[in-house]
Nanobody, 117 residues
Framework: VQLVESGGGLVEPGSSLRLSCEVS????????MTWVRQAPGKEPQSVSA????????YYDNSVKGRFTISRDIAKSTLYLQMDSLKSEDTGLYYC???????????RGQGTQVTVSI
């Protein structure tokens, strides 16, 4: 199983980014997926998750109304559209198999998001 994230960067507050997570080695359409954020000096935090059939979607309160999780089954790719970014969104973002944070599950290396003036 391989998960490869991309799309991070250095942006100003109020900007947007779209993160991607390309998944291989498993039937993507059958996988629940989670985006996790690890801010500097803090524990990892689940920011969004999608159930394998898309019937359940989770957003942390800190990102509700600003972030949108989606999937392209044909491309085996998970996305996180991040709008109205804030400095507190800064961190390493990685995708993880499963619904919700679980450090035992397979994850990618992550992509860095820095929101700063």
């Amino acid at each position: 199983v391989q998960l490869v994230e991309s799309g991070g960067g250095l942006v100003e507050p109020g900007s947007s980014l779209r993160l991607s997570c390309e998944v291989s080695g498993i039937p993507f359409s059958e996988a629940s997926m989670t985006w996790v954020r690890q801010a500097p000096g803090k524990e990892p935090q689940s920011v969004s998750a999608v159930w394998r059939d898309g019937t359940r979607i989770y957003y942390d309160n800190s990102v509700k109304g600003r972030f949108t999780i989606s999937r392209d089954i044909a491309k085996s790719t998970l996305y996180l559209q991040m709008d109205s970014l804030k400095s507190e969104d800064t961190g390493l973002y990685y995708c993880q198999l499963g619904y919700g944070l679980d450090t035992r599950n397979q994850r990618g290396q992550g992509t860095q998001v820095t929101v700063s003036i």
